[in-house]
């Protein structure tokens, strides 16, 4: 499976020329989803035994023939269907990492390395576990007593490489960066991930590193003194706004400015809050609308669509299609009284 997300409106005026362009020119036999406004899943039936090869294949291709780019990201092989959700789950994961590296077009699946072995009896990839809990659930108590069990572990004099201690840790900020805030007190940006990898690559021992992990984890914990109540405030008012402008254009840019925060922060509180993304949860409520006046009233399939947020009529009809199981119109006949 590839997952494929475009900036602004492409797929909605461009999907039945895309999709033709890929199944001629290099996918045969290719099956297609669009899980988003702006995203396509691609279903290929052969495999390939370079992904990476066949993602900058596929991402030149785009770029050439429809002068646009865009993030991809690939999944393993699939040998049953019983994969799919847990693969497609994967791939939205593969795909967040946008946030992290933006200049970055292409996410392939990872191989997490062995664990080395430790003489030590803290498990690495326990803590880990239990430190993204903490992250998730706001429990600033909870993150700190994992940190300092890691803490204590590679303070130790142990047969470990360099290379492995900063691996390791450079893992860790991979984990905490996205709790982190976006800008600093004084209103400049906060640096990239990157930016705070490769610091850390430059700190020439333990302390120094520990000291590094340290401080993000303290300006994350401050962040998490953010009200419950606060938070279910804001959520409230994106889903009011959405509720009233959905036939309008739903950016995730200008649904975070009616809440003054960044596009990132409103899009983590949003899945956090909701158990979806905000494309999802935008798409969903244009579905429901769109169900409701085709049952509801007498109003012609086309301006229906245009009155929630679809103004090509094609599009609208796919999407439909996808989200209902049957064409718009076939589901009037079936369902309407």
């Not at 429990?139 to 490489?161: E, G, H, I, M, V």
């Not at 706004?241 to 899009?267: F, H, K, M, R």
């Not at 679809?310 to 199981?325: A, I, L, T, V």
């Amino acid at each position: 499976m590839i997952l494929l997300d475009f900036p602004g409106s492409f797929l909605e005026n461009n999907y039945s020329s895309f999709y033709d362009a890929l199944r001629k020119d290099l996918f045969p036999g290719m099956e297609s989803l669009n899980p988003a406004p702006a995203q396509a899943l691609l279903f290929l039936r052969q495999s390939s035994a370079d992904l990476a090869l066949l993602a900058r294949k596929l991402y030149r291709f785009i770029q050439n023939h429809f002068k646009i780019t865009c993030y991809l990201a690939v999944s393993f092989p699939l040998r049953q269907y019983s994969s799919l959700k847990k693969a497609f789950s994967a791939l939205e994961q593969q795909m967040e990492q946008r946030f992290w590296v933006p200049d970055k077009p292409i996410f392939l699946p990872s191989c997490d390395p062995e664990p080395m072995p430790h003489p030590e009896q803290v498990d690495d990839n326990q803590q880990l576990g239990l430190i993204r809990q903490a992250l998730s659930s706001a429990n600033p108590d909870k993150l700190q007593q994992s940190l300092d069990l890691l803490f204590t572990k590679y303070r130790l004099p142990a047969n470990q490489s360099q290379i492995y201690v900063k691996f390791f840790f450079s893992s860790l900020l991979t984990d905490l960066y996205p709790y982190l805030p976006s800008q600093a007190p004084d209103g400049t940006p906060a640096p990239t991930l990157d930016e705070v990898i490769s610091s850390l690559y430059l700190q020439r021992d333990i302390e120094n590193i520990i000291f590094q992990i340290q401080s993000c984890s303290d300006k994350i914990k401050k962040t998490f003194e953010v009200t419950q109540a606060g938070v279910r405030k804001e959520i409230l008012t994106v889903e009011h706004y959405i509720a009233q402008n959905y036939g309008q254009d739903l950016s995730i840019e200008t649904l975070a400015s009616v809440v003054y925060l960044t596009p990132d922060y409103l899009s983590r509180l949003f899945k956090k809050a909701t158990g979806k993304s905000l494309s999802q949860y935008i798409r969903q409520f244009r579905m429901e609308k769109a169900r409701e006046l085709l049952l509801g009233s007498d109003k012609k399939v086309i301006q229906i669509g245009t009155e929630v947020g679809y103004p090509n009529y094609s599009y609208f009809c796919q999407s439909f299609r996808e989200y209902f199981g049957n064409s718009p119109e076939k589901y009037r006949q079936e369902n309407g009284s």
